[in-house]
């Protein structure tokens, strides 16, 4: 991306401290960073965030939530890298963070210290929970999917499940986003800064809110979701010819009829009592076994043609793997050429908006750790002596220290 589209991007201009591990805190810095925001990520000197070394279903974690920011490597147990933090804090705009409680504020870096000498400061704490009784318990996203209901409404009964993504974990990164941003356009009327956060319980219970409201309205308990009684009375992942499945759905009575004409139901289509979809949700014993055997005697292919042409929804099963080849994700913009640890380049998954006709780019690859702790030290004023001390003393790192000397 050209120096002028990122001039021209919206939170240009504002710099961003980034003190987080994991996925809550770097999705909500990939948010901001992507928006423009000049995002400074602390890490440890030496081998950096512990994050990059996650073996397994971690392994994507750091490549995915981590570019467009710049890496400081920074001793935080040392006064030099405490003094050096507060330094660059108070040339910032924001302050984010998703360690421990309290883990901050004992090191002098929490919001009542930094808004001391930063009245302007935005600290967003990204937390296991809001205000109340369980506000010091450590969690998972994992762990608020149990206590939250959704474990319970993805798996089969008696069998909790926890999503497949670390949907708490993103999402609650994104409502950090949008409270930081809220609280920036407040700093605009008011000139004050002030402290913001989010957390994966209230998350979830929002992801679940609509099973709860359920069980207001009807007074019926929402069943897991493998064994719900939809809303619709075709809902569903169909098996095909060619050992593929599809998912179809059909919401609409004016889809109905369509879906019968196209797949050679026309008897359903005529039927009075499937007229309306509340009389095809209570005979769904009688038809799906049918339509069941219509879908499965032609092949993926097909089938995605006939609801393409008659305007059904419907999806392939795809697995994460196959994505890499999704025609929509060759779309220019769609995808973002990053560069791995080990020297290969990947695409990852640009933000899913568009502003001004266009998807928001690349500035920055995945950063090394301690890429950029020079260039960030000297634009604080620390002159080239000073730098060189703290690289010595190993309160700064650098990715090539041989350049202090130089």
């Known amino acids: 991306m050209s120096d002028e589209m990122s001039d021209s991007l919206p939170l240009a201009g504002i710099r961003l401290v980034e003190f987080s591990h994991m996925v809550m805190g770097p999705a909500c810095g990939l948010v901001l960073a992507d928006l423009g925001a000049d995002v400074i990520k602390i890490e440890p000197v030496g081998a950096g965030d512990n994050t990059r070394r996650l073996p397994g279903s971690g392994a994507g974690f ?6 467009n920011k710049r890496s400081l490597a920074l001793d935080l147990k040392s006064p030099d890298g405490i003094a050096f933090a507060k330094r660059l804090i108070g040339t910032s705009d924001i302050v984010t963070e998703n360690f421990r409680p309290g883990a901050l504020e004992k090191m002098g870096l929490g919001y009542d210290a930094l808004k001391q000498d930063n009245p302007g400061l935005i600290y967003c704490s990204l937390k296991g929970f809001l205000a109340g009784p369980y506000e010091t318990r450590t969690a998972l996203d994992e762990v608020v999917q ?5 474990a319970y409404m993805t798996g089969p009964p008696g069998r909790p499940l926890r999503a497949g993504a670390s949907v708490n974990d993103i999402m609650g990164g994104m409502f950090g986003a949008i409270a930081i941003l809220a609280a920036l356009q407040e700093r605009n ?23 709860m409201l359920q069980y207001a309205v009807t007074g019926q308990p929402a069943a897991p979701m493998p064994k719900r009684v939809s809303a619709w009375a075709v809902y569903d992942v169909f098996e095909t010819g060619d050992a593929e499945q599809i998912f179809v759905g059909v919401v609409t009575d004016t889809q109905w009829r369509a879906f019968c004409e196209a797949f050679g139901l026309a008897d359903f289509g005529c039927d009075e009592t499937l007229a309306t979809n509340t009389q095809r949700v209570a005979a769904r014993e009688r038809t799906m076994p049918r339509l069941r055997t219509a879908l499965a005697q032609l092949t993926r292919a097909e089938i995605t043609a006939i609801c393409e042409k008659v305007g059904l929804p419907h999806a392939p099963i795809m697995r994460p793997q196959d994505l890499f080849d999704d025609p929509q994700l060759a779309v220019p913009g769609a995808m973002l050429d990053v560069t ?4 290969r380049t990947t695409p990852v998954p640009a933000l899913p908006v568009e502003m001004k006709g266009r998807r928001l780019g690349l500035r920055l690859d995945i950063p090394k750790v301690g890429e950029h702790s020079l260039a960030i030290a000297a634009s604080l004023g620390y002159t080239p002596q000073e730098i060189e001390r703290l690289v010595r003393n190993g309160v700064l790192g650098a990715k090539d220290e041989a350049a202090v000397a130089g």
Not at 340 to 343: H, I, K, Q
């Open 340 to 343: 791995l640890a080990d020297g």
């Open 189 to 211: 009327r008011t000139g004050k800064g002030q402290l913001v956060k989010s957390a994966l319980f209230e998350n979830n219970i929002l992801l679940v809110a609509q099973h």
């Open 62 to 67: 750091f490549p995915a939530y981590n570019r």
């Open 146 to 150: 149990m206590m939250g209901g959704l």
